[in-house]
């Protein structure tokens, strides 16, 4: 598949004054708009890829669902396969030609897309699924039997425990070594099921800002343990397959974008994963060893003037998941000294924003924001534009424009 644009090269100045780049290239746009700078952008795409250290890495979709940016990516060297959110999604990638190598991030009960998987050796060969229990198995078994074998990467749960203390996300069960076996065993016990890859995601390193000291302490702590476990996991679920007889495992996954020097020099990973660092959204800010540009925006324009120093702009309530707080609102970023009001926040129909020490926007004018989260935005949208120098070079459909919902 053809990328609809190209990234700009590594040592591609940057041309500055990003607000008023934005304002001049999507000024006879309606609002709401979305916008990817391709200077950012193709800066944060090198800047990853020279911090996987040459491990290529394999695109998180979720946190770009637009298959016209990942199109690019993948003709991008250092970049390579696809860790897609859904299968449904995952068969819609092989489909339209944007990813012959897509590994689905969590187990699925879609029985009409395993339906479809099963009765394509195309999509056995270039899908592979997510497993963490012997249910989940047991789930896809009772749906029939392949064409062929079902590629299958086991889930590790690579969180922190110390007593009952747990430090990470709840995801996979697969947290030992006697985990692991019984699982890799599990799943060679039949020829339905090939065992190929291993995913481990770090969320609480991956994840989680350097804000405080204590974090980036308990950071450190998790990441020693980590990568002493990790190898002997990897160990262990090779060891099954040797055993049988069977192929080695193809490709051992870990990191994000959080964390990409730490997994990169661990000798038990393949390849990383990331994706959220691509557009750089605010909630990224705060990292100690990587700052990525940001790259992906939102206009909305101003519609009312409710009080001396406040505007309104229609729109806005595009709230991040997770745990609910200030940090999961959009960022108003230009014009500068725009901020929430304590009682409205960013609402769905208007938001109120207080002008504190700068110029007031007239009605009319845009204000951009920056999103907590990265491929989230374009659940909002049809369309991002792609800004270079002062002019849109290309639009792109995101997943929503596409008919398409993860």
Not at 302 to 324: K, L
């Amino acid at each position: 598949m053809a990328p609809a644009f190209d990234l700009l090269g590594p040592n591609t100045p940057n041309p500055g004054d990003q607000h008023r780049r934005l304002a001049t290239a999507c000024q006879h746009l309606a609002a709401p708009v979305a916008v990817l700078d391709l200077h950012a952008l193709s800066a944060n795409a090198h800047a990853l890829v020279q911090r996987a250290g040459g491990k290529p890495v394999r695109i998180a979709s979720k946190s770009l669902r637009s298959t016209g940016v990942l199109t690019a990516l993948l003709a991008t060297p250092g970049y390579a396969g696809v860790l897609a959110f859904s299968l449904r999604e995952a068969i819609m990638l092989v489909q339209t030609g944007v990813a012959q190598d897509v590994v689905v991030a969590y187990p699925t009960t879609d029985r009409h897309a395993l339906t479809q998987l099963l009765d394509s050796e195309h999509l056995l060969q270039a899908i592979t699924v997510m497993i963490d229990h012997p249910e989940q198995l047991q789930f896809i078994r009772r749906l029939g039997t392949g064409v062929a074998a079902v590629r299958v990467c086991l889930d590790l749960d690579m969180s922190l425990r110390a007593g009952p203390l747990h430090i990470g996300t709840r995801r996979s069960p697969i947290h030992t070594v006697d985990h692991v076996t019984a699982a890799a065993e599990y799943i060679t016990a039949t020829h339905m099921f090939r065992l190929v890859g291993l995913m481990g995601y770090e969320a609480q390193i991956a994840g989680v800002t350097d804000n405080n000291p204590l974090i980036s302490a308990i950071k450190r702590i998790s990441n020693t343990e980590l990568r002493a476990r990790r190898r002997h996991l990897v160990r262990a679920a090779q060891r099954v397959l040797t055993s049988r007889g069977l192929p080695d495992l193809e490709f051992v996954n870990g990191g994000g974008t959080g964390s990409l020097e730490s997994t990169a020099t661990d000798d038990a990973v393949t390849e990383v994963a990331a994706g959220s660092g691509i557009y750089g959204p605010h909630l990224f800010d705060h990292y100690d060893t990587f700052t990525p540009e940001p790259a992906a925006f939102f206009g909305l324009d101003v519609t009312r003037h409710p009080a001396p120093g406040f505007v309104t702009v229609q729109g806005g309530g595009w709230i991040a998941s997770g745990t609910p707080g200030a940090d999961r609102l959009p960022l108003p970023v230009y014009p500068s000294g725009l901020h929430y009001t304590r009682t409205e926040g960013a609402g769905e129909v208007q938001t109120p924003l207080h002008a504190a020490g700068s110029a007031v926007p007239d009605i009319g004018q845009r204000i951009w924001f920056r999103h907590a989260k990265a491929g989230e935005l374009a659940e909002h949208v049809n369309h991002f534009h792609l800004v270079t120098q002062h002019r849109i070079t290309a639009t792109v459909t995101t997943y929503r424009g596409d008919g398409f919902v993860l």
